[in-house]
């Protein structure tokens, strides 16, 4: 709702009401609408202020409204209505204007911004573009360039931004509405024809043509595929060659696409996902809001090598004492200067002074006896973990919080070699850590709801996508990876080309697919686990039965490319060649193509055709399944905790939801028929078998996505 009050004696303020952010829900449009007519119909009313409740203006359209009926007021007529009053229209700006926030501040003659506030049209990341005349006034307000950049990108700006910009008239470090009411005030029977942004032209700009034609060219390849933010430029591309009441025929032509496309109901189910995740629950009952996290003021990083370097940047730049550990000597000199280097990039980029005092540096555990949380970021080997997890629990304060960076290694076994289990968990961070969004909270049976409430209240301030997810190989994310890995394999051998799998993924959406992924990482890291497995045989043996290992399909490509020191960019060679150890740019290698052909031959072998469809069948389907029994197990609580997970960490292109919203779009019948189809044609390939969860979901009538929760519940609760 919207309510009216008079003050100052003649000026009709009118403040948004919808917590939490004032989203313009039905009832919200039609307040606006009353009391503009009130304000404008009062004699006594000589101009007017719009404002929002609670520190905020607003939010924007209801996103919840969308997939519903829509009722109340539009909103394009209800912003022309403001914007051709004859009394002075000022927004008062306090915490956010985004979307239709910002849309409904741009029909007002004014805009006074406070210092803290942050202005946007992000609609192009819910799979939308800025519907309600935005797309149109924004360009004619601050020139195409700034306009595109803002709209096709969705990037929220600062208010000195803003007001650089034009997109302001004023910025107050004051109460923002009192410093409305005074310029409301003193603009008071001023003329308003020039304010009316929509009356006027686009501000020229020399070759336009050669602009857009570039603009669009950036946006095709950053999108993957993306339609929301190509409409977008073909919205602003029609404020700055058509009149306004054409551009926003084109707009609206535009949205209605948009509107109603798999994509933008894919991006707005993210959008819900990634704030559901924060709402975590253990099997165990325990749940956020009922579990109080303990302050940490001061934290550790054990082990400064690849990872902990990240973390302890991530942690100092939230502002964090931080205690950095490492016992090698020229290890501990060279992370010191890279954590320096990465602090001051980072502050850079912030315009803030880096936090290079916030970490000190030491080759002594003891330093860490009264920090409050600990991330241990040493080798990947347990039986050092063990060590390092003892010694912290004899030197740390009591109630020091034990986490571990560990990517593979059992945390519960972890857990139990110290006095309190209670106080560990997982925290498994994603490199680099100070820039990927992905964050892990594992908890085992005997983490207490506090540790994990307290690491995820962590990741957050980190500004971190953080999940928490119970304890078992892999966690979830690399859990999920291994089959789509395994039938990227299995691809190969089967007549396909690392060139087609990739191409076939990257169309799908996918930022690399999985063998330039491979290249990336290392193969040398999944080689080093699988011997850890007892998987990795010398490469002489041929034929089947050389390929079926521990019960199952196996595929030594791998290991036959790092035998040969093929590990990735960082060799040179992998499953492409690159022009010197480390170089970026993935060539096609012929000995590749040549040994692929050799080791068909050597173990009997036809390639066959392969096409995309099958190839995103096979690892997409294999990786959802496997999803499907995370589900079935309890480790992660629901199928948003998956798609956040594999949107923020893997790649899995946003506007496709995530793996099992996937699955819910393409349908799980269809899921199950097609792993059904592909498990009688590799029997001895286990994670094509369908997941008994996935089996139930369809039998019961495949309930959508957003019920599978009650199902999962009540098909357990039948067992
Ligand atoms: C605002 C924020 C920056 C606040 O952040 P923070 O404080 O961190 O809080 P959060 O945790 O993010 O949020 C708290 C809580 O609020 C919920 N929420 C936030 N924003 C919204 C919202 N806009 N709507 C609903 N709910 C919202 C959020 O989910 C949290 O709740 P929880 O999930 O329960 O935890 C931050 O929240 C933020 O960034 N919000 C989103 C801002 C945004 O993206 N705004 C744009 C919205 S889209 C928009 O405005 C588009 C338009 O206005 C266009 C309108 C046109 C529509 C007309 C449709 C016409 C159809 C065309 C068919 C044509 C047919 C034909 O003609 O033929
Ligand atoms: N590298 C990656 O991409 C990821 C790694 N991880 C996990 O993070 C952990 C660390 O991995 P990386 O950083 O890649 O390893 P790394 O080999 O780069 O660094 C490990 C560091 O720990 C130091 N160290 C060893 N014993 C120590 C001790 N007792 N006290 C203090 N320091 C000690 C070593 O000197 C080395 O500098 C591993 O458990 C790994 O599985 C998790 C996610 C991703």
């Given at each position: 709702?919207?309510?009216?009050?008079?003050?100052?004696?003649?000026?009709?303020?009118?403040?948004?009401?919808?917590?939490?952010?004032?989203?313009?829900?039905?009832?919200?449009?039609?307040?606006?609408?009353?009391?503009?007519?009130?304000?404008?119909?009062?004699?006594?009313?000589?101009?007017?202020?719009?404002?929002?409740?609670?520190?905020?203006?607003?939010?924007?359209?209801?996103i919840?409204?969308f997939r519903?009926?829509?009722?109340?007021?539009?909103?394009?007529?209800?912003?022309?209505?403001?914007?051709?009053?004859?009394?002075?229209?000022?927004?008062?700006?306090?915490?956010?204007?985004?979307g239709?926030?910002?849309?409904?501040?741009?029909?007002?003659?004014?805009?006074?911004?406070?210092?803290?506030?942050?202005?946007g049209l992000p609609e192009v990341s819910l799979g939308l573009l800025p519907a309600?005349?935005?797309s149109?006034?924004?360009?004619?307000?601050?020139?195409?360039?700034?306009a595109l950049n803002l709209i096709t990108t969705g990037r929220?700006?600062?208010?000195?931004?803003?007001?650089?910009?034009?997109?302001?008239?004023?910025?107050?470090?004051?109460?923002?509405?009192?410093?409305?009411?005074?310029?409301?005030?003193?603009?008071?029977?001023?003329?308003?024809?020039?304010?009316?942004?929509?009356?006027?032209?686009?501000?020229?700009?020399?070759?336009?043509?050669?602009l857009f034609e570039e603009v669009m060219q950036k946006v095709r390849q950053s999108a993957r595929g993306a339609i929301a933010p190509i409409a977008c430029v073909q919205a602003v591309r029609a404020?700055?060659?058509?009149?306004?009441?054409?551009?926003?025929?084109r707009e609206?032509e535009l949205m209605a696409t948009l509107f109603t496309s798999g994509q933008a109901r894919a991006l707005q189910y993210c959008f819900f996902a990634e704030?559901?995740?924060?709402?975590?629950?253990?099997?165990?009952?325990?749940?956020?809001?009922?579990?109080?996290?303990?302050?940490?003021?001061?934290?550790?990083?054990?082990?400064?090598?690849?990872?902990?370097?990240?973390?302890?940047?991530?942690?100092?730049?939230?502002?964090?004492?931080?205690?950095?550990?490492?016992?090698?000597?020229?290890?501990?000199?060279?992370?010191?200067?890279?954590?320096?280097?990465?602090?001051?990039?980072?502050?850079?980029?912030?315009?803030?002074?880096?936090?290079?005092?916030?970490?000190?540096?030491?080759?002594?555990?003891?330093?860490?006896?009264?920090?409050?949380?600990?991330?241990?970021?040493?080798?990947?080997?347990?039986?050092?973990?063990?060590?390092?997890?003892?010694?912290?629990?004899?030197?740390?304060?009591?109630?020091?919080?034990?986490?571990?960076?560990?990517?593979?290694?059992?945390?519960?076994?972890?857990?139990?070699?110290?006095?309190?289990?209670?106080?560990?968990?997982?925290?498994?961070?994603f490199?680099?850590?100070?820039v990927m969004k992905l964050?892990?909270?594992?908890?085992?049976?005997?983490?207490?709801?506090?540790?994990?409430?307290?690491?995820?209240?962590?990741?957050?301030?980190?500004?971190?996508a953080?999940?928490?997810?119970?304890?078992?190989?892999?966690?979830?994310g690399?859990?999920m990876l291994?089959p789509y890995i395994?039938e990227a394999?299995?691809l190969?051998?089967?007549?396909a080309t690392p060139e087609l799998v990739d191409q076939a993924l990257e169309e799908f959406g996918f930022p690399m697919g999985v063998f330039r992924m491979s290249d990336l990482s290392?193969?040398?890291?999944?080689?080093?686990?699988?011997?850890?497995?007892?998987?990795?045989?010398?490469?002489?043996?041929?034929?089947?039965?050389?390929?079926?290992?521990?019960?199952?399909?196996?595929?030594?490509?791998?290991?036959?490319?790092?035998?040969?020191?093929?590990?990735?960019?960082?060799?040179?060679?992998?499953w492409y060649?690159?022009?010197?150890?480390?170089?970026r740019v993935a060539?096609f290698?012929?000995?590749?193509?040549?040994?692929?052909?050799?080791?068909?031959?050597?173990?009997?072998?036809?390639?066959?055709?392969i096409d995309h469809q099958e190839v995103l069948e096979r690892c997409l389907y294999a990786l959802i399944n496997?999803g499907?029994?995370?589900?079935?197990?309890?480790?992660?609580?629901?199928p948003e905790?998956i798609d956040v997970i594999y949107v923020s960490g893997y790649g899995w292109p946003r506007h496709r939801g995530g793996p099992m919203f996937y699955a819910n779009m393409v349908g799980l019948?269809k899921v199950?028929?097609r792993?059904?189809?592909?498990?009688?044609?590799?029997?001895?390939?286990?994670?094509?078998?369908?997941?008994?969860?996935?089996?139930?979901?369809?039998?019961?009538?495949?309930?959508p996505i957003?019920?599978?929760?009650?199902?999962?519940?009540?098909?357990?609760?039948?067992?």
């Amino acid at each position: 709702m919207a309510e009216y009050n008079r003050v100052s004696e003649c000026v009709g303020l009118i403040t948004l009401r919808n917590p939490p952010v004032n989203a313009l829900s039905a009832a919200v449009r039609q307040g606006i609408v009353d009391t503009v007519q009130r304000a404008l119909s009062d004699p006594n009313v000589k101009s007017v202020v719009i404002c929002g409740q609670n520190g905020i203006f607003c939010g924007g359209a209801d996103i919840k409204e969308f997939r519903s009926n829509m009722t109340g007021p539009p909103l394009i007529p209800m912003i022309h209505a403001i914007e051709s009053a004859n009394k002075p229209v000022v927004a008062a700006i306090e915490g956010s204007a985004l979307g239709g926030g910002l849309e409904l501040a741009l029909g007002c003659h004014y805009r006074i911004a406070h210092s803290k506030a942050r202005l946007g049209l992000p609609e192009v990341s819910l799979g939308l573009l800025p519907a309600a005349g935005g797309s149109q006034r924004l360009p004619r307000l601050i020139g195409v360039p700034a306009a595109l950049n803002l709209i096709t990108t969705g990037r929220h700006v600062t208010a000195a931004e803003a007001l650089q910009l034009g997109i302001v008239d004023q910025v107050t470090d004051h109460n923002t509405v009192a410093a409305a009411v005074k310029f409301a005030l003193s603009v008071a029977g001023r003329s308003l024809d020039p304010r009316r942004i929509s009356t006027h032209p686009c501000p020229q700009q020399p070759d336009l043509d050669a602009l857009f034609e570039e603009v669009m060219q950036k946006v095709r390849q950053s999108a993957r595929g993306a339609i929301a933010p190509i409409a977008c430029v073909q919205a602003v591309r029609a404020a700055a060659t058509l009149p306004y009441a054409q551009g926003m025929e084109r707009e609206r032509e535009l949205m209605a696409t948009l509107f109603t496309s798999g994509q933008a109901r894919a991006l707005q189910y993210c959008f819900f996902a990634e704030r559901a995740v924060g709402r975590w629950r253990m099997p165990s009952g325990a749940r956020w809001d009922t579990s109080k996290p303990r302050p940490v003021h001061k934290a550790a990083v054990i082990g400064l090598g690849t990872m902990g370097r990240g973390i302890t940047v991530a942690l100092a730049q939230t502002g964090l004492s931080v205690i950095a550990v490492e016992t090698q000597e020229k290890q501990l000199m060279e992370a010191k200067q890279a954590i320096s280097g990465m602090l001051e990039r980072g502050a850079k980029g912030r315009g803030v002074a880096p936090a290079l005092d916030g970490v000190i540096y030491s080759q002594n555990i003891q330093a860490v006896a009264d920090v409050d949380l600990v991330i241990e970021a040493v080798f990947e080997d347990i039986a050092l973990k063990t060590k390092v997890f003892q010694q912290l629990s004899a030197v740390c304060k009591p109630g020091t919080l034990l986490c571990t960076n560990t990517s593979a290694l059992d945390v519960d076994q972890l857990a139990s070699e110290t006095p309190n289990p209670e106080l560990v968990v997982g925290m498994h961070f994603f490199a680099p850590a100070h820039v990927m969004k992905l964050l892990e909270v594992v908890y085992g049976p005997r983490s207490s709801p506090q540790a994990v409430a307290t690491a995820m209240q962590l990741g957050k301030k980190m500004g971190k996508a953080s999940v928490a997810v119970g304890n078992c190989r892999g966690f979830v994310g690399n859990r999920m990876l291994k089959p789509y890995i395994e039938e990227a394999f299995f691809l190969l051998e089967e007549g396909a080309t690392p060139e087609l799998v990739d191409q076939a993924l990257e169309e799908f959406g996918f930022p690399m697919g999985v063998f330039r992924m491979s290249d990336l990482s290392g193969l040398d890291v999944g080689w080093r686990v699988r011997k850890g497995d007892g998987l990795v045989e010398p490469g002489t043996a041929s034929g089947r039965s050389a390929r079926i290992r521990q019960g199952r399909r196996y595929s030594p490509l791998g290991d036959l490319l790092c035998e040969e020191g093929r590990f990735g960019q960082k060799t040179g060679r992998g499953w492409y060649q690159y022009d010197k150890p480390g170089s970026r740019v993935a060539r096609f290698d012929p000995w590749l193509h040549s040994f692929l052909g050799a080791y068909r031959a050597q173990h009997g072998l036809v390639a066959r055709r392969i096409d995309h469809q099958e190839v995103l069948e096979r690892c997409l389907y294999a990786l959802i399944n496997e999803g499907f029994h995370i589900l079935d197990d309890g480790i992660a609580a629901g199928p948003e905790d998956i798609d956040v997970i594999y949107v923020s960490g893997y790649g899995w292109p946003r506007h496709r939801g995530g793996p099992m919203f996937y699955a819910n779009m393409v349908g799980l019948a269809k899921v199950l028929e097609r792993l059904e189809h592909y498990q009688q044609l590799h029997p001895e390939v286990p994670h094509l078998q369908p997941s008994s969860l996935l089996r139930r979901l369809v039998a019961s009538g495949s309930p959508p996505i957003h019920k599978w929760g009650e199902a999962i519940k009540k098909l357990h609760s039948q067992l």
